[in-house]
């Protein structure tokens, strides 16, 4: 069995998610959010971090659909680029937030990025469109006018939580990839009671037809009550990963709802609605994603 971390530790990843229930802060619905909701209003990332908002001139010529990167180095060589309607030569220049750059003597402007935050009910797909006209998440976020948004990562239609929407492209890309390490929790709601040699079997890793499906965490929710119900922790990007585990053991999986995603929780979300991400919740997204896992956050 794992030991688990005291209530002093703070890290997000390496560190198991204590699933026990903290009676003051932490509702029935989500038990497991307290802990990494902490984390991420503690976190206070160095100083030289905030340069990550600095962002190299072809880069943000690209962003603003100019053109290529590669077009754009072009461009900068040949003088066409002026920043602060000073011409810039220079190859991996960094335009930081309020500089002005001009191509051609036109304002060069990138799209602002925006980043909401959902908590998906049953029955909704998550995807930007369906061809057999089936409810999806967008429908739950049309109201975010004159942008773009994409949602991040896959809950499928009969699973509810949160899950993040965004027109931030390279954010999005680097939290959908494996090496992103990225935190799930989940709460699932099972057909029968979990027997404990199920639970110290999914604790080892289950034997699926794709390969191993290993876990950071699993445990019955505290305090013990019903065994149906069991938090899991994971970084596992496989689709339907938490459903096949216990499919594979044989059980059904009831309700099975993410109550977090890389440090985000749905607390005081309500069931179908949504926000925007705080500026801290994005600083501290980019800052571990920029250095590949969240343990090093």
């Known amino acids: 069995m794992r030991k688990r971390i ?15 229930k903290n009676n003051k802060f932490a509702s029935k619905s989500d038990p497991f959010a307290l802990k990494i909701e902490q984390t991420v209003n503690k976190f206070t990332p160095p100083k030289e971090t905030f340069a990550q908002d600095e962002t190299r001139l072809n880069k943000f010529i690209s962003n603003a659909g100019v053109c290529s990167r590669r077009q754009a180095d072009e461009y900068i060589k040949a003088g066409y680029v002026t920043v602060n309607d000073a011409v810039v030569l220079e190859m991996g220049y960094k335009v930081k937030p309020k500089d002005i750059v001009k191509f051609k003597k036109k304002k060069v402007q990138n799209e602002k990025k925006v980043y909401v935050l959902l908590n998906k009910p049953k029955g909704y797909l998550t995807t930007t469109s369906d061809d057999r006209e089936r409810k999806t998440v967008m429908d739950l976020v049309s109201t975010v006018k004159d942008v773009r948004l994409y949602p991040v990562g896959r809950l499928d239609r009969n699973s509810t939580g949160i899950i993040l929407l965004t027109n931030d492209g390279e954010l999005a890309q680097k939290l959908s990839h494996p090496s992103g390490e990225v935190t799930k929790v989940y709460q699932v709601e099972l057909d029968k009671k979990l ?8 604790r080892e890793g289950v034997l699926l037809e794709d390969g191993k499906a290993n876990v950071d965490q699993a445990d019955y929710t505290l305090p013990r009550g019903d065994d149906r119900v069991v938090g899991v922790e994971l970084h596992s990007g ?7 585990i216990f499919e594979h053991l044989g059980y059904e999986v009831v309700k099975l709802d993410r109550v977090l995603y890389a440090g985000l929780t749905k607390k005081n ?3 179908g609605k949504w926000r925007f991400l705080t500026e801290k919740e994005i600083v501290f997204l980019k800052y571990f994603i920029s250095n590949k896992k969240e343990k090093k956050a």
Not at 195 to 202: C, G, R, V
Not at 238 to 244: C, P, T, Y
């Open 6 to 20: 005291s209530k002093t530790q703070t890290s997000t990843s390496s560190n198991k998610t204590n699933f026990q």
């Open 238 to 244: 496989k689709n339907r990963i938490v459903r096949r």
């Open 195 to 202: 027997e404990m040699k199920d639970l110290h079997a999914i």
């Open 269 to 271: 979300l309500p069931r």
